[in-house]
């Protein structure tokens, strides 16, 4: 099994709807984030949370919401899909230890909104 | 605001060629620094990390860090096709509780 799953891995859905995807690890790791991929942008933070009570912004979050029910689950949000928020959303982990570590990616999953 | 810059390609290099991929970077206090790999359409792979100034290798890898430039660079050695991706570089702050700040990626393409 995947250390990092995220569900689902695949997603269209009409304009307006309400979407959430889902991140669950097993690596035991504190930190958790999401991030979304265009073509040409890179991957740009939506939010991340060091720990269950600690949810903090990224630089592109209008338009989400996040839950951290749990140290191993995270989840995203997108309460009324538009178009312009079709994209590769990416969840990943790190853990805590030494000055700076790099991060465990998810899957991805390839939201359509039409 | 914090930036990390690549060029965004394509770099296409022969096989068997020394691929070299740079990356600069506008926080002065980044202390640690990451190479991703991404083929198309799946998730980034860390391959390198390297936190202080001078080379570190890896099988073919090889990562350099120059913090008076704010420069960080990857080559790969003996390029393959199978190396062919999108190469992003990351960095974070002296003390790690910020999250990392990528750059656009570069993509790579190692002819045959």
Known sequence: ?114 | QKEVEQNSGPLSVPEGAIASLNCTYSDRVSQSFFWYRQYSGKSPELIMSIYSNGDKEDGRFTAQLNKASQYVSLLIRDSQPSDSATYLCAVNARSGNTPLVFGKGTRLSVIA
């Open chain 1, 1 to 114: 099994d995947a250390d990092v799953t995220q569900t689902p891995r695949n997603r269209i859905t009409k304009t307006g709807k309400r979407i959430m995807l889902e991140c669950s690890q097993t690596k035991g790791h504190d930190r958790m984030y999401w991030y979304r991929q265009d073509p040409g942008l890179g991957l740009r933070l939506i939010y991340y949370s060091f720990d269950v009570k600690d949810i903090n912004k990224g630089e592109i979050s209008d338009g989400y919401s996040v839950s951290r029910q749990a140290q191993a689950k995270f989840s995203l949000s997108l309460e009324s899909a538009i178009p312009n928020q079709t994209a590769l959303y990416f969840c990943a982990t790190s853990d805590t230890t030494g000055t700076g570590v790099g991060y465990t990616f998810g899957s991805g999953t390839r939201l359509t909104v039409v």
